[in-house]
């Protein structure tokens, strides 16, 4: 019986002390941890590489960092050997599958550089200095480091679209969106992107708590994938996130004389088209990005006196600066060598296109200006501190009447409201289309969320708005407005109108004086040159001061009739 | 003979128990994060940037910051977060430009990219201002619905279920705004 449970203690011990040496931290395990990572099904196949040809890059063992490469062969026996004993780090165990990349058709050939050698100059021309990145597209910083340029990981990922997931236990940080998988290692020259694995110059390097990479892996990013593409902006030191119409570069001029072609390369050239066809105005919009080296916008001889990039909403637009003698141009684009040609001729052909005639424009006839004093009745608008949206928009209005009335002879004046009482926008609306009103003026004040937020802002109608629909009917093709858009037939004269304003305000030291255009509610259904003119912002103390202080609303409304006077002009 | 019988008995599940406890699987051991790790990458669950756009102190336009929120997957989670990010207000230089309490009731995104977004009551009965204000609340929420989800080409924005005509009387939302007519 003892005998028995002396077997039976000696049993139980053993497989006790079996199960307790199975769970020490440093047992041997039986396989490499690595093939139960989950990272295997983003990892490349691992495949020994043939002899590498001449002039092939001989790929090292992966290692923690370059030091690690010069290791010998025995050296990385011995690791193998320990690695199947165990002794290793997960780390490194998982550096051991990923001994040698897959065959040299999957990889890339090494992704070299630094911008900086390509840059060319560090030196940021000056029409570039003008765009702030906040007006780029999505974009992030490269950091010159050791002489290495870098991009943050997390930058990257922002870039891409991609979420990331970093993996603690094999310091891995892989970067997934829809089209793309990019798997970064800490201390690692190999990325794979996708299957393919591009051996970087330099690896991936944790600094300051982030990853780091080098800049250089974003020219090996897939360029025909239907996702994301990234662009280097050398001149502004940036990745950016190529837009939908592509990227404009640098143009060139050649002239022989009669002809002068200014060539653009371009992505996109369908999207090209001639916005402005004065000789001194003569502007070309790209849907593209301007990512090149400005023109020398100094003047030059020939018919292309300079060329100016000019600010814009969307892609990129220049203005041409043309000699008088400059009679015709021609838009050329060619989509197989992806470029825009913008040619000139002294003497026009039968296919160029003529500019458009110069000289003084006709006088504005101002006689009906319709006032709109904003809100009314129920609706206080902003209130600050006694200072009351409504009471001042009316008591402003009547004196900009006033002062009309003093500065230009036969102009009828007509209030949408004289008392406060609320007033639909429709029947402001209809007030001033009854009036024939030749300009509306529909007058607030101000209310900011910003604490600094000061000065005057003219809304005014955008010259293109959404809600015109092209229809085609019979041979010419005509454009269905909605009526409660019809202030945009008028986005032209409205904005020399806000501009002539905000000119008089500014020179009055009532500024700032800021332009939008965004169709203000308002104007709906108002079929007149107009603008809604936000006089001061009351959120603001020195502007609240200036409005409240006696005679205030008299200067205001002075130089706001001054600003009206000067866009009828020849009054 | 009894005996001997015995003691193989006792050697062989031993040996049975041994082989078990070798073949039991290794319980997972907490990943040592080394001090050096990434801090802005410790992250079990994916994480996707978003950039959000919150009107700048002088109330010329927007500014933007970036976050990192983890990865929605559903339409109306993405468009949720984004909201309550612009609701929260900025870490960095802007001023929140949402009404306070604004919130995503539902959300719609049809074939042809026009996103209606359906904000709670708080989007019309918080907002104070004028002009600026309403300017930079609509702009900010356009710019940054449109920024983070590239199908959206129109944003249409309704409230409590209804269209609303105008926020503070200064500018229509009766009509979906062009997200590339954003500034």
């Known amino acids: ?571 | 003979m009894k005996r001997i019988t015995w003691l193989m008995l006792g050697l062989a599940v031993a040996a049975v128990l041994a082989w078990l406890a070798w073949r039991a699987p290794v319980p997972a051991r907490a990943p040592a994060v080394p001090a050096s790790a990434p801090v802005d990458t410790l992250a079990a669950a994916g994480l996707k940037a978003v950039r959000l756009y919150f009107a700048s102190p002088n109330g010329a336009g927007l500014v933007s910051e970036t976050r990192e929120l983890p990865e929605s997957p559903t339409l109306h989670e993405r468009v949720a977060a984004l909201v309550a990010e612009l609701d929260k207000g900025p870490d960095a230089g802007g001023v929140a430009a949402l009404p306070p309490g604004t919130s995503l009731l539902h959300v719609y995104l049809d074939d042809e990219g026009l996103l209606t977004v359906d904000l709670s009551r708080a989007f019309q009965q918080g907002f104070r201002g004028g002009a600026d204000a309403e300017y930079l609340a609509v702009t900010s929420l356009v710019r940054t619905l449109a920024t983070n989800v590239p199908e959206v080409r129109r944003v249409l924005i309704v409230c409590g279920g209804a269209t609303l005509e105008t926020l503070g009387g200064h500018l229509p939302l009766d009509r979906p705004f062009e997200a590339a007519e954003m500034p």
């Not at chain 1, 053993?14 to 099904?41: C, E, F, G, H, Y």
């Not at chain 1, 008591?395 to 500065?407: H, N």
């Open chain 1, 1 to 571: 019986m003892i005998r028995r449970l002396v077997a039976a203690a000696l049993a139980i011990g053993i497989a006790v002390s079996t199960v307790a040496a199975r769970l020490q931290p440093d047992a041997p395990p039986r396989r490499p941890v690595a093939s139960k990572s989950p990272s295997d099904s983003v990892l490349a196949p691992v495949r020994r590489l043939p002899p590498a040809a001449p002039g092939a890059r001989n790929y090292p063992p992966l290692g923690p960092g370059r030091s690690r490469r010069a290791k010998s062969s025995d050296a990385r026996k011995a690791k193998a050997r320990d690695a199947r004993r165990g002794a290793r780090t997960d780390v490194t165990r998982e550096r051991a599958t990923l001994r040698e990349p897959a065959t040299p058709r999957d990889v890339m050939p090494p992704a070299r550089g630094n911008v900086a050698g390509r840059r060319g100059g560090s030196r940021i021309p000056p029409a570039f200095a003008r765009f702030t990145p906040a007006e780029l597209p999505e974009n992030a910083p490269i950091e010159t480091v050791g002489g290495q340029d870098w991009i943050a990981a997390h930058d990257l990922a922002r870039l891409l679209g991609a979420t990331k997931f970093w993996r603690p236990e094999v310091r891995k940080l892989e970067l997934r969106s829809p089209a793309l998988r990019i798997l970064l290692t800490d201390d690692n020259p190999f990325v794979l992107i996708g299957d393919r694995t591009v051996a970087l110059d330099t690896p991936v390097r944790s600094r300051g708590g982030q990853l780091r990479v080098p800049v250089a892996l974003v020219d090996s990013l897939p360029r025909d994938s239907a996702g994301v593409r990234l662009a280097i902006d050398v001149h502004r030191r940036r990745v950016l996130r190529v837009p939908e119409l592509g990227l404009v570069r640098t143009p060139r001029i050649a002239s022989d004389g009669t002809t002068e072609r200014v060539v653009f390369p371009a992505d996109r050239p369908a999207e090209v088209s001639v916005i402005g066809r004065g000789r001194s105005h003569f502007r070309v919009r790209f849907g593209g990005l301007f990512v090149g080296q400005p023109p020398d916008s100094a003047m030059r001889p020939g018919l292309v006196l300079a060329i100016v990039p000019i600010a814009t909403t969307e892609g990129s637009a220049f203005e041409f600066t043309l000699a008088p003698e400059t009679e015709g141009y021609r838009i050329e684009r060619d989509e197989r060598r992806g470029t825009v040609t913008v040619r000139f001729e002294r003497h026009a052909g039968p296919g160029d296109e003529r500019f458009a005639p110069s000289g003084p424009p006709g006088a504005r006839a101002v006689r009906v200006v319709v006032l709109d004093p904003g809100h009314g009745g129920g609706d206080a608008g902003v209130s600050v501190s006694g200072a009351i949206e409504k009471d001042l928009a009316l008591s402003l209005a009547r004196e900009v009447s006033r002062a009309l009335e003093g500065r230009m002879r036969r102009v009828r004046v007509i209030l949408t409201r004289t008392e406060d009482r609320m007033v639909s926008v429709q029947e402001r609306a209809e007030r001033a289309n009854r009036a024939h009103a030749d300009i509306v003026v529909s007058l607030h004040f101000d209310g900011a969320p910003g604490p600094a937020a000061h000065g005057a802002t003219a809304y005014v109608p955008p010259a293109t708005y959404g809600g015109a629909e092209p229809v085609a009917r019979g041979a010419a093709p005509v454009a269905l407005l909605p009526w409660r858009d019809v202030a945009t037939r008028h986005a032209v004269n409205s904005r020399v109108l806000a501009e002539s304003v905000m000119s008089s305000l500014e020179l009055r030291g009532l500024g700032p004086a800021r332009l939008r255009e965004a169709l203000p509610y308002p104007l709906l259904g108002v079929n007149a040159p107009g603008l809604m003119l936000e006089c001061g912002t009351l959120t603001s103390e020195s502007d609240r001061a200036r409005v409240m202080a006696a005679g205030g609303l008299r200067q205001l409304a002075d130089a706001i009739a001054a600003g009206i006077e000067a866009y009828g002009g020849a009054e």
